[in-house]
């Protein structure tokens, strides 16, 4: 069984553009979450959805969204780029989004110059 | 709020050595408590969890106890590896936190041959 993937891998952009990441969760998973990893730390909760919609946000400003589409896939935007925003973004799925288990992805890894 | 507590790295081992990293949360309610491993390059996997007071989680000769009187999860090894080299994350995920996950900082242990 495929796990969770997320796409593209790596991403390298200029500050003040925007950028818009991917991620699909395990067949049967209907919650999604997104974490940032900054270099060093831990991940830290963005997002969490569940069938669609917005269950949980986390101390993130506004130019950080996401949605969840029909067959749960989930896009992570982020726009208007600082350089503080390189980091390793994760993406996350669970069957319910409740205290069972998460399945992360790889990971995309986002530069900003 | 909710937070995870664990001791800074990195941590360098000789092969067969004993491994203790130590873990303390601060949470409300009766959170699930986790370890979860990433290897260079990679995502989170998890390594092992623990959903109630007194539960050992154990999984490749890793063990952690959930102690409820001491708030503590100490990740703990009897003899590792060169393989084992890696960043490990305490984490919690709780009800009364909004299912999501909160982890510490990491610990990075760097086991010599």
């Known amino acids: 069984d495929a796990g969770v993937t997320q796409s593209p891998t790596h991403l390298i952009k200029t500050r003040g553009q925007h950028v818009t990441l991917r991620c699909s969760p395990i067949?049967?998973?209907?919650?999604v979450s997104w974490y940032q990893q900054v270099l060093g730390q831990g991940p830290q909760f963005i997002f969490q959805?569940?069938?669609?919609?917005?269950?949980g946000r986390g101390n993130f400003p506004d130019r950080f969204s996401a949605r969840q589409f029909p067959n749960y896939s989930s896009e992570l935007n982020v726009n208007a780029l600082l350089l503080g925003d390189s980091a390793l973004y994760l993406c996350?799925?669970?069957?319910?989004?409740?205290?069972?288990?998460?399945?992360f992805g790889p990971g995309t890894r986002l530069t900003v110059l | 709020g909710n937070s995870v507590t664990q001791m800074e790295g990195p941590v360098t081992l000789s092969e067969e050595a004993f491994l203790t990293i130590n873990c303390t949360y601060t949470?409300?309610?009766?959170?699930?408590l986790f370890w979860y491993v990433q290897y260079p390059g990679e995502g989170l996997q998890l390594l092992l969890k623990?959903?109630?007071?007194?539960d050992k989680g154990s999984n490749k000769g890793f063990e952690a106890t959930y102690r409820k009187e001491t708030t503590s999860f100490h990740l703990e090894k009897g003899s590792v590896q060169v393989s084992d080299s890696a960043v490990y994350f305490c984490?919690?995920?709780?009800?009364?936190?909004?299912?999501?996950?909160?982890f510490g900082a990491g610990t990075r242990l760097f086991v010599k041959a």
């Open positions: 996350a799925s669970s069957e319910r989004g409740g205290l069972e288990e998460q399945f």
């Open positions: 067949s049967g998973h209907k919650s």
């Open positions: 959805y569940y069938e669609k919609e917005e269950r």
């Open positions: 949470a409300t309610g009766y959170p699930s």
């Open positions: 623990a959903t109630k007071a007194d």
């Open positions: 984490a919690l995920r709780g009800e009364k936190g909004g299912f999501k996950t909160i």
